[in-house]
């Protein structure tokens, strides 16, 4: 107990910075799909996929079939993704953090299933999965 009391401070900044580490996993919104559960909806026709990258970034690869709406405009072009609202939609960006977001705008604007490609285009270029250019 002494040797607790003796260090709070030096307690209290690991903690801190321990949760600070943290809080992006936790307050990540929407499911994550693997790779593998990915190709399985596309290859059963129940996805559409949205690339939330740069038209930069798209050109250089992307996933087969993706429509490309960069996480900027994602709020001013939500009209081109009514007639998936009941499929589900997976979202690809770069490595996985743009796409939550978009994910998020998604499932407020009442999209039945939002899917975040865990890890990204990487992750799919990693699993040696085809790339579209």
Do not use: Y
């Not at 690991?14 to 996993?25: E, I």
């Not at 929407?30 to 593998?36: F, I, Q, T, V």
């Not at 009514?82 to 604007?109: E, H, P, T």
């Amino acid at each position: 107990m002494k040797f607790f009391i003796d260090n709070i401070f030096i307690l209290a900044i690991v903690l801190l910075s321990g949760g600070a580490l943290l809080w992006p996993l936790l307050t990540q919104r929407g499911k994550r799909a693997s790779a593998l559960e990915v190709t399985q909806l596309i290859n059963r026709g129940k996805a559409a996929i949205v690339d939330v990258r740069e038209a930069k970034e798209f050109a250089d690869g992307h996933l087969p079939d993706a429509k490309n709406i960069p996480l900027a405009e994602l709020a001013t072009r939500m009209g081109e993704l009514d007639k998936f609202k009941s499929k589900s939609v997976i979202v690809v960006c770069q490595s996985g953090a743009r796409a939550a977001k978009a994910a998020n705008q998604l499932q407020q604007a009442g999209f039945a299933e939002v899917l975040n490609l865990e890890g990204g285009v990487s992750a799919w270029k990693s699993a040696g999965l085809p790339i579209a250019k």
